[in-house]
């Protein structure tokens, strides 16, 4: 087994490499068992089971981060527990109860810290919490067994090339979930129903399609796996909407808009008040912000220029610092956001 000290931390991208150890965890019986600790990235599960064929199955993603002083912080977990709790809610799966779910972080980490990568490489060492529905059975009804487990992978920084705006479509032969679906669930499914989408737009050359609102087509949604916001004036404008992903890094990012005296709107809003807005981004744990250079609505042959200059943003760009420095630890965690390791 490669061991973390080898890797090339400034050429890793966003791909999965393997690390050490995963920890897992069963429910049976009603009541979530013991960890176990595996040295293998495979799993063995019956060919009945529900997240195979039901698509009952959920995950989330968060970030360690080796800061200068040589701790290790973990942005928000009680957030992501929560947030897979009400996935588990929406699906009808157990809920792993949040201490359970720092419990798991906490090991992985330990287990896995040669893998944590060092401050100056801008890399961070990505967490995978997942939730599949065992059982055998082929009739359409919950699983009475599931498996939680938690595994993670260094990644490399998200910009490459530095902070740039791209360019995203409005494609409206696609939705990527019903209005009263499952959007607001971290679930597989949901992907699944974008994949076709977000090939097509890539391979049109843009970084991600920007959905509607399925129901009337008029409000914006979100942006593939990230949430939408806009900047007009001193406005942080970001959708309300049931079929949206809650993101942590929105409502982050919200926090720190109000901090820094702008004012927050989270309302619906409309897709034609792209032509109003100064800036733009998608937010989410991968980029934390990919600021957005153009959206091309390519049905309605219409296109709405964010980014007159092609940089980011004034705004953007101090929301973008300010939240990496939290996470990296180079800047005061005033709203207890943070998971210290000392250890690590
Ligand atoms: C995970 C996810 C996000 C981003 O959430 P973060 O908590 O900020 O990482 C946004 N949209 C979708 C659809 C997602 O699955």
């Known amino acids: 087994?490669?061991?973390?000290?080898?890797?090339?931390?400034?050429?890793?991208g966003f791909g999965y490499h393997p690390t050490d150890y995963n920890v897992r965890c069963y429910y049976r019986n009603g009541q979530w068992g013991e960890w176990e600790v595996s040295s293998s990235d495979m799993i063995t599960i019956p060919m009945a089971s529900t997240c195979l064929h039901y698509g009952q199955e959920?995950?989330?993603?968060?970030?360690?981060?080796?800061?200068?002083?040589?701790?290790?912080?973990?942005?928000?977990?009680?957030?992501?527990?929560?947030?897979?709790?009400?996935?588990?809610?929406?699906?009808?799966?157990?809920?792993?109860?949040?201490?359970r779910f720092?419990?798991?972080?906490?090991?992985?980490?330990?287990?896995?810290?040669?893998f944590i990568p060092p401050y100056e490489s801008g890399a961070s060492l990505y967490?995978?919490?997942?939730?599949?529905?065992?059982?055998?059975q082929v009739g359409?009804?919950?699983?009475?067994?599931?498996?939680?487990?938690?595994?993670?992978?260094?990644?490399?920084?998200?910009?490459?090339?530095?902070?740039?705006?791209?360019?995203?479509?409005?494609?409206?032969?696609?939705?990527r979930a019903a209005p009263l679906g499952t959007g607001q669930y971290k679930v597989g499914g949901n992907y699944a129903a974008s994949l076709r989408s977000g090939v097509l737009a890539h391979d049109k050359g843009y970084s991600a399609v920007i959905y509607l609102d399925a129901k009337e087509k008029l409000y914006i949604d979100e942006c593939g796996p990230a949430n939408f916001f806009g900047i007009r004036g001193k406005s942080y404008i970001t959708p309300k909407s049931p079929s949206i992903?809650?993101?942590?890094?929105?409502?982050?990012?919200?926090?720190?808009?109000?901090?820094?005296?702008?004012?927050?709107?989270?309302r619906p809003v409309h897709v034609e008040e792209l032509a109003t807005f100064d800036e733009a981004g998608a937010c989410g744990t991968a980029a934390v912000?990919?600021?957005?250079?153009?959206?091309?609505?390519?049905?309605?042959?219409?296109?709405?220029v964010i980014s007159k200059d092609g940089n980011p943003g004034p705004i953007c760009t101090a929301l973008y610092e300010r939240l990496r420095a939290i996470q990296y630890g180079d800047y005061p965690d005033n709203h207890g956001w943070v998971r210290l390791y000392e250890d690590l």
């Open 58 to 99: 959920s995950f989330e993603g968060l970030k360690a981060f080796r800061g200068k002083d040589g701790k290790v912080r973990v942005f928000r977990p009680e957030e992501n527990a929560a947030r897979m709790q009400h996935t588990s809610r929406g699906i009808l799966m157990p809920e792993l109860p949040t201490e």
């Open 127 to 136: 967490i995978r919490p997942l939730m599949i529905g065992l059982g055998k």
């Open 289 to 304: 912000i990919s600021p957005i250079l153009r959206v091309d609505d390519l049905d309605e042959d219409k296109s709405y």
């Open 1 to 12: 087994m490669e061991s973390g000290q080898q890797l090339d931390w400034k050429n890793l």
């Open 245 to 266: 992903l809650p993101s942590i890094t929105n409502k982050s990012l919200m926090q720190l808009a109000e901090d820094m005296g702008l004012t927050v709107e989270c």
């Open 140 to 175: 359409v009804s919950p699983a009475s067994e599931y498996m939680f487990l938690m595994f993670v992978t260094p990644v490399g920084a998200y910009f490459k090339s530095g902070f740039r705006p791209s360019p995203m479509a409005i494609m409206r032969g696609y939705d």
């Open 102 to 114: 720092l419990e798991a972080l906490d090991m992985v980490l330990h287990l896995n810290k040669d």
